[in-house]
Every structure is written in structure tokens, then in C-alpha cells.
């Protein structure tokens, strides 16, 4: 993992290597949806299958940005590079 800045107690990363902690984040955000009876979309599983979609494609690969604060994962995006499979993102045309 590479630090790309630090700011106001908020450190700012990039990793070409999951790491489970970086679900964090998704997993907090599933849970107050459990709890708050928000929606049914299980974001966990479907950002876990993407990874692995991801993975297996030659051309494509993925990247980790990550942001924490005192050591605690805040959030993550996930970017894409590479020769992208639009059907990896789109199950349907767009």
C-alpha cells in the first residue's frame, strides 16, 4: 500500500493488493441497513464478487484507494484499469 497524501488526520491511499480490512467500511454501511431496516441490497457480497470477477480477467486490472483515519478504514473506491469488460459492471446493455 502506498500512502498518495495525508490531511487533516485523514490518510489517503492506493493498493493493488486486496486486503479484507477495506471492506470495513461496506461491511458498517450493511449493518446500519440491517439494523434500520433500509433495503435488501447486500453491497458486501456484490463488491466481494466483483473483486473476484475482476481478477480473473487478463486485461483488467484493480486498484484499492483507500482513506482511513487513526488507523480505522473510512471508506474505498475501487478503480478499474486496463482493457475494461463493460459485461463485468453491466449484467444488462446499456
Given at each position: ?12 491511499s492506493i493498493s493493488s493488493e ?43 486490472n484493480m486498484e484499492f484507494h ?26 444488462e446493455p446499456i
Amino acid at each position: 500500500m502506498k500512502i498518495l497524501s495525508e490531511f487533516n488526520g485523514n490518510e489517503f491511499s492506493i493498493s493493488s493488493e486486496f486486503n479484507s480490512n477495506h471492506l470495513i467500511p461496506i461491511i458498517k454501511n450493511l449493518l446500519f441497513k440491517a439494523k434500520n431496516d433500509w433495503d435488501d441490497y447486500d453491497e458486501v457480497y456484490h463488491c466481494c464478487r466483483l473483486i473476484e470477477e475482476v481478477k480473473t480477467k487478463k486485461d483488467m486490472n484493480m486498484e484499492f484507494h483507500i482513506m482511513k483515519r487513526e488507523g480505522e478504514h473510512l471508506g474505498i473506491a475501487l478503480a478499474n484499469i486496463g482493457l475494461l469488460d463493460l459485461n463485468v459492471f453491466f449484467k444488462e446493455p446499456i
